[in-house]
């Protein structure tokens, strides 16, 4: 089974718009198995997307064509796949009822153009919209073949995709393998460094052919560093049994590493650590500025356990309002003082400190990259460690940020004094 | 002229990687006039690369393909331009002492496949690499038109783009006219404020015909609602002539919305009144939790002005830390107090504050998206606004954030009292 997208919007094209819904789209496929070798992109134009679908067509069994269907001039969408199945627009009496519902229920009037969206090509199904009244979707049947039309607008795009469009394909691909992934997130080892760590294990998975799971790495900056495991099988369970099986060895593999699977980010993880042992944090960042604390507000019920932050980014703001003893600021003994001092301001039960060199100068003799970071739980002995972290002022902060929340993650799972590999450290 | 770009990588299509690469071309061949009507996309197979770059060539007059250059296997792209062109592969001696050159300037051995990189199609010429050694970018002439190999690594297709894919193809485009763009940068009005204001200047450049200037709208969240003006010309010196008469027409009709032009965003913009009026910042934030304070560290220089900054998530870090006085959180007052207590705490000439509800549950009976912000300067009197923000938990802290640097902008102009149009404001 195999399936194309395309793209439909000048916008795309002038880069005015960064194409997100073909990656998103190709994700979805290659999770449901059905194989993607293409991409196409083209404006506003009849022609161009009458022709960009007809050499789908000819190479694909299905078309995912995505945007070009809102209510304006530009939207010609529905006219392109009408043309390509040689039949006429018709009003779908369905969509036409919902669309005036909507305009109703808000008490506004309708503009004539907004019943563009009620057009369908004879033959096709409109796919029931998830927000009443606005862009539906469309199952448009080429001969053998299947042509989804869905909104651009992200939201509205997966909902559609997953609720109608996904499941039209499965049914349509019979008997297809069941492809699955799982992803690993690790912190605290280089790419190469993971690679080294999993080497033996991914010859022995090559040596075993084709139907062996298989491995790839990601690296994500703030996100860390991801394991993909994709395993094949025949229905749902085996590659339930399959993945299972293979996480278990990647994990044997690389330790504590391993911070999460899939969408779980550090933020996460450190968040219900800290609700299940019911403990507040305070963060006092320096060369992050802030950034620590805006992703933790960023986890659902933060308000739980996050207390708050001082971003001490003068020298000044350290020693007067953190408690900070005068030296020089980056230092293992500034961090920790940092940590100590906005826990016991802001009341929390958790202090984290961090201090370091964004770049491009040196600080106090230290290199750009040098970062200090401190954790500090109660009136346990605090915790430092000191990285070297490559890349540019905005890649050094990121990196800082997830170095922090996971030595956090490593000390309330008492293994304070482990640090990081992969990096110098001091 | 019209030039397509394709864009190679399996990477792509399996949604592992979001192609900003196209977008980033497409703007480029669009600020140099010059047409694209399609893009694709393909994985790293040969028979698929050819097949893309023979139909890009059948309907454009140059091909850009992107990525597919580096050391291994998978990197195909010569191979496929070569197989397009007729030609064999050869050495380039050039190309390849800059990549033994790289690894002995590093004292490391030079794995084989690095040879790979200095293979050449006959005919075709190398641009010299920007990071020497590193995948060179491809000339390659295929009849009257021509392929452009770039490597899909953003830094390193940007340098080779700009110094010698555009100049190549405006030498071969000839006396093709200048075009040239200028975004303003708005805050303080809805897009449909925005249309509003320029409609009726719109309706005259569309009569004025195709010559005359053009508009375009583009909201980007935290970076502001811009107005792209696109002028054309026979030469670059008349161009910038129509930009600038342009420019000053729409700055006319906008009034003080506009707070910068291209690249500038609104934290460079406070960053330089700042420092022309030597004050220093600190800011106090709720909901925004950190966001505002990280946005500012991103200016370089930023440690000559601001101080830094108090997350007083919880209700309790307000009271304690900035002295806010007892009471519903999300108030004016509650922003005054904690823009006037930071200022204090940290001893800095100007505080801000801000505290609201990112939602999606109503805070002390006020709805999702209710915003106060504040800006108090010295002894004078302190400046407070309450916006209504549209969007999610995430797009209503973007929002809070450029409205409270842009309330700050305000009252250094000296026009406090004036609020932003384009919300319901109490």
Redesign the interface.
Known sequence: MRCEVV?VGTE?????????N???????L?LAGID????????D?LD?IVG?LE?ALSRADAVIVCGGLGPTQDDITRDAIAAVMGVPLEADDDVADRILERFAARGRRMPANNMRQAMVPRGATAISDPQPGTAPGLICPVGDKVVYAVPGVPSELHEIVRGAVLPDLARRAGSVAVISSRTLRTWGDSESGLAERLAEHMRELDEAGPAAPTL?F?ASGIEGLKV?ITVKADDEATAAQRIDAEEKLVRDLLGDIVFATDGDTMEHVVAEMLTSRGLTLA?A?S????????R???VPG??DW?????????P??KF??LDVPEGPVVSAGTAVAMAAGVRS???ADVGLGVTGVAGPDALDGEPPGTVHLAVVVGDDEPVTVRVMLPGG??TVRQLACISLLDLLRRTLRGRRGDTPRGWPLA
Chains 1, 2 share one sequence.
């Open positions: 793209a795309l094209l002038l880069g005015q718009i960064i194409d997100t073909s990656a998103w789209l190709g994700e979805q290659a993607r070798t293409h991409g196409q992109t083209v404006g134009n161009r960009a050499l790839a990601l993909r963060v960042e060369l992050t500025g802030g950034l620590v604390a805006s933790l507000v960023n933060a308000s996050f207390r708050g932050g001082v971003v001490s980014y003068a000044e703001v007067t309002v301001l802001l009341g002022r905005e």
